[in-house]
């Protein structure tokens, strides 16, 4: 516990308040996804594209944003002992980034074969941006994009 405090203390003041805005966001939106139906927020998600939408005539996003709000992701997610799901994660991240103004896009996915009592479709979602894949990348093999929301795209 005490090494986690140091490290924390050691990081540079960028990264710092990152993980101070990822922390807000994901309890944000562990709180809409708890306490809200899904069609009462999912027009806040951004524009309904159909499959795992992207544009490739945007331009290439700035890395170091993708990088650093992955990191910040992962780094609250694993200590708050993987209590965030793949969708609160990527509404989290799509923020983070809206703000920074890089086009994202969360996509939405299924797996029937791997559904269960809880999940019967094997649901799944991710984030990206442009050709990355910002969180979720791993678990998203196998699945089928049903819709993605974009943001930042023009129109």
């Given amino acids: 516990m005490i090494s986690r405090i140091r490290k924390l203390f050691r ?3 960028h990264r710092k308040r990152l ?3 990822i922390s807000y966001e994901l309890l944000r939106a562990a709180w ?3 306490h ?3 069609q009462t927020y999912v027009a806040s998600l951004g524009q309904p594209m159909p499959g795992d939408a992207s544009d490739d005539t945007l331009p ?3 890395l170091e944003h993708l990088r650093d709000v992955a990191w910040a992701l992962k ?3 694993k200590l708050a002992g993987g209590r965030f799901t793949c969708l609160m994660l990527a509404m989290a991240g799509k923020r983070a980034l809206n703000r920074r103004h890089v086009p994202n896009s969360l996509v939405l996915a299924a797996r029937p074969d791997r559904g269960s009592g809880d999940d019967p479709f094997g649901a799944h979602s991710w984030l990206r941006s442009g050709q990355y894949v910002v969180i979720g990348a791993e678990e998203s093999v ?3 994009p049903l819709v993605s929301y974009l943001s930042g795209h023009p129109n």
């Fill in 75 to 77: 780094r609250i997610n």
């Fill in 36 to 38: 809200s139906h899904f």
């Fill in 19 to 21: 993980l101070v805005e």
């Fill in 60 to 62: 290439e996003p700035p």
């Fill in 32 to 34: 809409i996804v708890k």
């Fill in 142 to 144: 196998g699945h089928i």
């Fill in 11 to 13: 990081l540079p003041r």
